[in-house]
């Protein structure tokens, strides 16, 4: 059964300040991995998706890296701002969308 | 272009008391989906529909049933609420003809169970 953790559970970081949120999983016959953003009271707004057979995506200042030898995936957030203030949840889909586990996301504060 | 839109966004609800989640999509995907989101557990799948007229069980799919009533509309029903359904609901929506295909969500219901 796929396994996705998401660490830390929670970041505090200073404006403008470079970060990297993990997301890891168990088993690399992966789909593709989504990265996802959830504002408090809001549903997922979907951020990068990266397929299986590539190793990387840029939107803006986000970037996200997969390495599904290491069953690994980061989301890089440049210059982050008050507004990049969110949950951050990775999903993994096995063999298609009825298969998607998720994970619990990385609780992010940027402190003006 | 309103993408996934779910109704209502919160309910409270009596248990043994029943109700109906209401979905719809105006993006002409295929496939639909239900979830529920509880703390520290993730979002877990309860039921999905591949498409207009096929339905099946998720993850946790015990409680509730489904129904498909077209390509747009996608619906979640409670027959007989318990406290372990206090959740939030999300329903999702996409194409899932390749690799390629993005999930989009609603914006959930907050329900509780009492």
């Known amino acids: 059964k796929q396994e996705v953790t998401q660490i830390p559970a929670a970041l505090s970081v200073p404006e403008g300040e470079n970060l990297v949120l993990n997301c890891s999983f168990t088993?690399?016959?992966?789909?593709?991995l989504q990265w996802f953003r959830q504002d408090p009271g809001k549903g997922l707004t979907s951020l990068l998706l990266?397929?299986?057979?590539?190793r990387e995506q840029t939107s803006g200042r986000l970037n996200a890296s997969l390495d599904k030898s290491s069953g690994r995936s980061t989301l890089y957030i440049a210059a982050s701002q008050p507004g990049d203030s969110a949950t951050y949840l990775c999903?993994?889909?096995?063999?298609?969308?009825?298969?998607?586990?998720f994970g619990t996301g990385t609780k992010l504060q940027v402190i003006p | 272009n309103a993408g996934v839109t779910q109704t209502p966004k919160f309910q409270v609800l009596k248990t043994g008391q029943s109700m109906t989640l209401q979905c719809a999509q105006d993006?002409?995907?295929?496939?639909m989906y239900w979830y529920r989101q509880d703390p520290g557990m993730g979002l877990r799948l309860i039921y999905y529909?591949?498409?207009?007229?096929?339905?099946d069980k998720g993850e946790v799919p015990n409680g509730y049933n489904v129904s498909r009533l077209n390509k747009r509309e996608f619906s979640l029903r409670l027959e007989s609420a318990a406290p372990s359904q206090t959740s939030v609901y999300f329903c999702?929506?996409?194409?899932?003809?390749?690799?390629?295909?993005?999930?989009?969500f609603g914006s959930g219901t907050q329900l509780s169970v009492l």
């Open positions: 999903a993994v889909p096995s063999g298609g969308y009825q298969k998607v586990t």
């Open positions: 999702a929506s996409n194409h899932d003809r390749g690799s390629n295909e993005k999930l989009f």
């Open positions: 529909s591949a498409s207009e007229g096929t339905t």
């Open positions: 990266i397929q299986s057979s590539q």
């Open positions: 088993d690399s016959a992966i789909y593709n």
């Open positions: 993006m002409n995907h295929n496939s």
